[in-house]
């Protein structure tokens, strides 16, 4: 049963974890009243009053004439001590060049806040400072305790400009309250000049009290224009904003972490009314009141223009680049003419909105809700839809698919072409984008690795089919691949796995690159090996001695054989020798693959171990194998049937070795023994 809580007084009560759906609140005082993680969806707050009640009003209003009154305390004893600190000279006229160069820095750096910010307002104080520090430098004969006094100085003006922070502070809190701005400054005012007045009863100086005294008035003015500019929502300032807020709003009104899906606050006063971690998903918040002094958090309210769209719905000719709109609520809102590129405005509402020559390029509208929307004119380049996408009813006689005209030309694409679309047919044209998947690869596509992951999510999604529906190349290295889907296929869960295991692919295929680029390392350094020994600059002598014994294979399946291989290498000079042996395990092999393995085998062992300083020449390589490998009939048989029975060119395909091409050499040297 729906609950129904029109009108009534709620001020203090607690619905905190309550199921409220679709209760009604029209008109009722929350003021005070707890939501805190309470489900809301589709509830009415139109025309509720919320924030705080009278004793944390009183409580807040007290505190801020306890802030104002520190402000001014502290200000006032920052201009004490700073004029103390320049009085150093007895004549009159040192003392007045002094004062007037420090009341100068007070007023630059005021002004300089109010225009910039802070830090600009310290700088360009210091730089005022800094003729008052020369002169005082020269009066006092060089006191270097002068230059330790410039810069505590400089700490007593940060001081003075804490004081006016704080004074904006507490004006802010008051103006929250109290809405009327006059009244605000007026107690400001009051509260400053009573602080100063207690000060300066203690200072018998009359030049110095008229500097200390006109010092706590500009702070006083600018604390209060700080204030009002922070209230109107400057940027400068926005953070002193944000903190009154937050001590205005702890005991007002709060939906923290509360579910407001649908829910609708046209028309509510919300000051004071905290929304973290609330769910705000088309929620509407039309001509609502005092949003601006609502505590946001992170919602889509934390963004000033964002926050005033939701209020006025008016966007029109307006820019919303890249902007957070993710479930707004913009029923009936005016966009004509508004740059939307890059938004999100996931599962966001334009029911009835006007987007004519609306620029939607690049938004993110996956569960936007099109019905009845007005589109003519807009551009959809490369805009985000799906299944969830509703395009019901949407009047619309023609789009541009291209931002910008192609080169050259003013084609941007337009839909239809000619004439205007026929009722429907917009929802018809961009029926094949509502189902599909678009993968979007932005530095190019790696096939192998591309058809590894398409294969393993076709698999993983057994009962789905995924077919490729078109590849377009966007420029820059950026790749669109669209996959069809079925209506009701989960392409989050798709989309996921392609990109996992896409990633998962590419990863392997650079893992055997690298596998692939130390084997290649590998097989040169051994076949420098064997350069550096056949190539040598004097003749070498090469004796290969081969022994073959044959196993007895009467009683025995074991048909291998073998070969032991012998190498002398001397050098006529007496130079670089060297010996080689190994054996060798030949088996007949019944597939080429064996074979080439084989013949590879072999000739590593050939070329175990040779001196290092033997230049390379092919035809050494050769004859070093040719004379190894006729010593022994059988293997010179076993290397030629290999050959025959494989192909020489298959050899070269399964066995990608250099060694192999020394075989095919010698090979070719037996059957034409001439050449």
């Not at 005022?128 to 700490?155: E, M, R, W, Y």
């Amino acid at each position: 049963m729906v609950k129904n809580y029109s009108g009534l007084n709620l001020r203090g009560k607690s619905f905190q974890g309550q199921d409220l759906t679709n209760a009604n609140f029209n008109g009722s005082d929350i003021r005070g009243a707890n939501f805190t993680k309470a489900i809301l969806k589709g509830a009415n707050f139109s025309e509720t009053t919320s924030g705080l009640q009278l004793l944390p009003i009183v409580c807040t209003i007290a505190l801020s004439l306890l802030i104002i009154a520190l402000g001014s305390i502290i200000t006032g004893i920052g201009a004490i001590v700073l004029v103390g600190l320049w009085d150093l000279e007895k004549d009159l006229k040192i003392k007045i060049t002094t004062y007037i160069v420090i009341l100068i820095s007070l007023l630059a750096f005021a002004i300089i806040t109010v225009a910039k910010n802070f830090l600009h307002g310290l700088f360009v104080a210091i730089l005022v400072l800094t003729p008052s520090l020369f002169l005082s430098f020269i009066v006092s004969k060089a006191n270097t305790t002068i230059i330790g006094q410039f810069f505590f100085g400089i700490a007593i003006l940060c001081l003075i400009g804490i004081g006016w922070i704080i004074i904006a502070l507490a004006n802010i809190m008051m103006i929250n309250i109290i809405s009327y701005l006059p009244i605000v400054i007026f107690i400001g005012l009051i509260i400053n000049l009573i602080s100063a007045g207690s000060l300066l009863i203690k200072v018998p100086n009359i030049t110095k009290s008229t500097l200390i005294g006109l010092t706590i008035v500009i702070v006083s003015i600018l604390g209060n224009n700080i204030g009002w500019q922070a209230s109107k929502g400057s940027e400068k300032f926005s953070w002193i904003k944000k903190v009154a807020i937050s001590i205005n709003s702890i005991y007002g009104t709060t939906f923290f972490s509360a579910d407001l899906t649908d829910a609708d606050f046209t028309g509510a006063t919300l000051k004071n009314t905290d929304f973290r971690k609330a769910n705000l998903t088309r929620t509407r918040f039309y001509e609502v009141k005092k949003l601006d002094f609502a505590r946001p958090g992170n919602t889509i309210l934390s963004n000033p223009t964002v926050l005033n769209l939701l209020i006025t719905l008016n966007g029109r000719n307006k820019s919303y680049i890249g902007a957070n709109l993710k479930g707004a609520n913009l029923i009936g809102a005016d966009l004509k003419e508004a740059n939307l590129k890059n938004a999100d405005i996931i599962e966001a509402t334009f029911q009835g909105a006007v987007l004519e020559w609306a620029n939607l390029t690049l938004t993110q509208a996956v569960g936007t809700n099109f019905t009845k929307a007005q589109m003519t004119g807009a551009c959809v380049e490369a805009w985000n839809i799906e299944s969830t996408t509703i395009l019901d009813h949407v009047d619309c006689r023609f789009v541009y698919l291209l931002e910008y005209p192609k080169p050259g030309t003013d084609d941007r694409e337009r839909r239809p072409s000619s004439g205007e679309f026929q009722p429907g047919e917009f929802t018809k044209l961009f029926e094949e984008v509502l189902n599909t998947v678009d993968l979007i690869f932005q530095n190019g596509i790696d096939w192998q690795a591309f058809v590894t992951a398409f294969k393993k999510v076709q698999v993983e999604n057994g009962d789905t089919e995924l077919v490729i529906q078109s590849i377009k190349n966007k420029g820059d290295g950026v790749v669109v691949v669209k996959v069809a889907v079925p209506e009701n296929a989960n392409k989050e869960k798709i989309h996921s796995h392609f990109t996992q295991n896409y990633q998962l692919a590419l990863a392997e295929i650079e893992k055997y690159k690298e596998l692939l680029q130390a084997s290649n390392n590998q097989n040169a350094n051994l076949w420098l090996t064997i350069n550096k020994l056949v190539e040598a600059e004097k003749s070498i002598n090469v004796q290969v001695e081969n022994k073959v014994d044959n196993k007895n294979m009467t009683n025995s399946n074991d048909s291998s054989r073998n070969v032991e291989v012998e190498m002398n290498i001397q050098k006529v000079d007496g130079g670089v020798a060297g010996k080689v042996m190994g054996d060798l395990v030949i088996t007949p092999k019944q597939n080429l693959a064996d074979s080439a393995s084989e013949i590879q085998q072999l000739l590593q062992i050939l070329n175990q171990s040779y001196p290092p300083d033997i230049p390379t020449d092919t035809q050494a390589e050769i004859e070093v194998a040719v004379k190894g490998i006729n010593k022994n009939p059988q293997l010179k048989e076993r290397v030629i049937g290999a050959l025959k029975a494989g192909g020489i060119e298959a050899i070269k395909e399964l066995a990608d070795n250099i060694y192999v091409n020394v075989l095919i050499a010698a090979y070719d040297g037996w059957k034409n023994p001439q050449s």
